[in-house]
């Protein structure tokens, strides 16, 4: 089971921290992404990280320098820290262990939190 936490509202130019608590999973084998999926559009792939420490990240280019991916192995907790926010990052937003973008499949993926940025 994945758990997000984090959204709210906040203005231009802010920041938030969403977070993602796994729940009988061997944390360390499985890679995780976030996801958003904005009112009426389908879901966006937001950034990746590989598996054990997390080495490899990545990021959808609407994102890139903006938004940070890293994970706790000890907590089990999957953090997406954004800063610079803009109106256009407005979504729910979705944590996935094995998430693969060819097929869209992933193997759990969380309930979302949802991100609104706005005066």
């Known amino acids: 089971q994945l758990v997000e936490s984090g959204g709210g509202l906040v203005q231009p130019g802010g920041s938030l921290r969403l977070s993602c608590a796994a729940f009988?999973?061997?944390?360390?084998?499985?890679?995780f992404s976030w996801l958003r999926q904005a009112p009426g559009k389908g879901f966006e792939w937001v950034s990746f990280i590989s598996t054990g420490d997390g080495d490899t990240t990545t990021y959808a280019d609407s994102v890139k320098g903006r938004f940070t991916i890293s994970r706790d192995n000890a907590k089990h907790i999957i953090y997406l820290q954004m800063t610079d926010l803009k109106p256009e990052d407005s979504a729910t937003y979705y944590c996935?262990?094995?998430?693969?973008?060819?097929?869209?499949?992933?193997?759990?993926r969380g309930k979302g939190t949802q991100v609104t940025v706005s005066t």
């Open positions: 009988g999973f061997t944390f360390r084998v499985y890679d």
């Open positions: 996935a262990a094995d998430y693969r973008r060819d097929s869209g499949n992933w193997y759990s």
